[in-house]
């Protein structure tokens, strides 16, 4: 089990690189963005020359890269354009995006397993169906118009909450987008669920508990779902990068100020700092998401063992 | 500690605003906010706030108006001898004094400080020195300036500007306190300026705010207790947060939500011109596009454009056709002219084909125009142009869009001179002068002359204009000038873009000023 760790913590290292490297050239293709610091105008060659230096975007792209992933190692991501170092960037907007992802997390886990059991074990029946149809229209609508929707419905014609996240961006102010976010996964998690506890509930060990007269509930809950979890395990873990990533739909519509927009800021400003900063250490929680999924089926299931 | 219990207490209030406070939608600048780097209206909401110049331009009327200014005196255009008002504070306490002007100037205009708006000190002699096109500068301070008193100093200009006091109504003239220079980062932490309000709190990138400072000295006193700026994501969501009742004012309706505006906020939309102009600017740097009958063949694709439709099915009269280069917020006494355009800017497809044939046609038979597909609704209209371009001249693709991916790229093909075809222009005026809408873009080689157009005629009323001592016969003369650029059809005028706003029924006396910001110190709270 430690030799798997450690090589699988030895194999981000490729991975690390590779992306950030990829990143950090889609960044540059897209050309000068100094030009675009100085609005309509043109910027005056000598304060635009200046810039470029004070940015680092003299020198050619390979040493541009080097010298990054150098000071990435002291901690220093560098600077935004705004003149605000982009360590503070990531201080202020990645504890917003985590909180926003778990609740979408929370909701995932909570909604999605449950109405997966339920209609699991009640095939054909006609909850099963409702929650099946019901699912096929969350996976169909997008998260924008469901997004939108619910922040008309709510925000505006009911005034039950506000349809603005206010800059704290508190847990309860986050129950709607994150409700929003995790829409599509939750109704694959419901689907997911449900598939792997129907094609376990015919399984021999379930009927062997069964036989052995062991309560409803305890074969439910020990038995059947513990083994029928591994692929949705597998599924949210993957999903934790994906809604990190991913919010930047959920937190333009609710103005939540995480990584989302902080990303989409980067992109349009072209500020590789910002983008390859923000980008790196998404990569790096993808990764060890992974990781974390790939331990917990050791623990849902003692017959896999790593070596 | 005082301040910090203050500060609590008056956040207590259980999320809500605070008595007296406007919430007001912003966006988050993309420079350092410093009076000299603050180039784009986000920032410029705030420098408007807590600084006050020499000048500064009437909310209502666009008119240059003495702030701080007490006198401008000249006698040959080039040398100005300024007094300052007496009387006037920093919010920490320091004096403004002529000190306060000559050193922010210093600070803007140096090369080493990498401001943006540098330029904006180019008239004054010794800005070739501190802030050379290339190497190192060789001095630090501008020799232009000189303070001969406590509240006095002279300006010497590098070439006559009648009208150049009148600019200095723009932020980047801001006086600056010691506490800028001393301690340079804390300061762009909290700005400190001179003007009605003081930064209460900045959360860079989500929220700043601003409360009314009680010893402000000027006459235009805030009528509010303080204002909030809220950075919002997206301005459809700030729309929305404005018609839930949790905020009070939206500078920027978005397009989509212009159908509903008057039913959703009835009597709380604002929708007035501002100084703002779109251009179609022609790549004069490219042969195919500048031949000796050019001037027929851009005249001909003004008149294939057919202004009044697309402003008002895509922009639903938030724009204005254009009926000259300037903008209708310069009055007609500041050389605004409706009728200058004239014909060249009416709608007439038949006329239109004629002139473009006798201009020998569109080169290669085709044409694109270029412009940046991230922001605003270029798309929309960019189609809408060629559309009534193909529909004139009779051919199904004589023209075509060609969107850049972003402001940056779209920016950079520009100052690279790789145009091969007309391409989106748009101006925002730094002042409102007649000469800001000409000499900074139609000038040989001037800072944001994008598409290179050059006319000798046009050069020489310009210079004839500034150095004009009588305001009135600088305006003439100016307008002469853009007779030419008329007759020459340098660029094709598009229209004026107006500003627009809407504010919830908790706030009152809400207006837009010439520059499309919010007259934020005016606004009442009931």
Known sequence: MGRYVIRRLLQMIPVFFGATLLIFLMVNVMGDPIQGLCGQRQCDPATAARLRQEFGLDKPVWQQYLTYMGHVFTGDFGTAFNGQPVIELMADAFPVTLRLTLVAIFFEIVIGITLGVLTGLRRGRPVDTGVLLLTLVVISVPTFVTGLLLQFLLGVEWGIVKPAVSPAATLDELIVPGLVLASVSLAYVTRLTRTSIAENARADYVRTARAKGLPRRRVVTRHLLRNSLIPVVTFIGADIGALMGGAIVTERIFNIHGVGYQLYQGIVRQNTQTVVGFVTVLVLIFLLANLLVDLLYAVLDPRIRYA | MAALLLTATACGGGGGTAQGVVSASWGDPANPLEPANTNEVQGGKVMDMIFRGLKRYDPRTGRAQDMLAERIETTDSTTFAVTVRDGWTFSNGEKVTARSFVDAWNYGADLRNNQRNAYFFGYIEGYDKVHPDSGEPTA????????????????????????????????????????????????????????????????????????TRDDYP????????????????????????????????????????????????????IN???????????????????????????????????????TQTIFRDTRTPAKDWTSPVLGTDGGFSPTLCGDACVHDPAEARRL?????????????????????????????????INNALGQDSACVGNPVGTFADFRNQITQSKMSGPFRAGWQM????????????????????????????????????????????????FQQAEGVLRDQMGAIPLWYQNGSAGYSPRVSHVALNPFSVPVYNEITVS
């Open chain 2, 272 to 310: 007035t011109p501002a100084g703002i102009i779109q251009t179609l600017a022609f790549p004069y740097y490219d042969p195919a596009w500048n031949t000796p009958d050019g001037a027929k063949l851009r005249t001909g694709l003004s008149r294939a454009i057919d202004r009044a439709q697309i």
């Open chain 2, 218 to 269: 000027g006459p235009d006193r805030a009528r509010n207790s303080g204002v909030d700026l809220i950075v919002y994501t997206d301005n459809n969501t700030a729309y929305t947060a404005l018609l839930s009742g949790n905020l009070d004012l939206v500078d920027d309706v978005p397009a989509a939500q212009l159908r509903n505006v008057h039913k959703d906020l009835p009597g709380r939309y």
């Open chain 2, 430 to 477: 730094d002042y409102p002068l007649i000469q800001n809408f000409l000499q900074p873009l139609y000038y040989t080689n001037a800072s944001s002359n994008d598409g290179k157009w050059s006319n000798k005629d046009f050069d020489r009323l310009v210079d004839q204009a500034n150095a004009e001592s009588d305001p009135q016969a600088a305006v003439r003369t």
């Open chain 2, 140 to 211: 630090t301070t501008l020799s232009g300036l000189t303070v001969t008193g406590e509240r006095t100093f002279t300006v010497r200009l590098s070439q006559k500007f009648s009208t150049w006091p009148d600019t200095l109504g723009y932020a980047a003239f801001a006086p600056l306190p010691r506490a800028f220079f001393d301690d340079h980062a804390a300061w762009l932490k909290k700005p400190i300026g001179n003007g009605p309000y003081t930064v209460d709190s900045y959360a860079r990138g989500s929220a700043m705010s601003l409360r």
């Open chain 2, 356 to 388: 473009v044939a006798e201009g020998g046609g569109i080169p290669g038979g085709r044409m694109t125009i270029t412009y940046n597909a991230d922001t605003g609704s270029h798309k929309e209209w960019v189609d809408a142009v060629c559309n009534s």
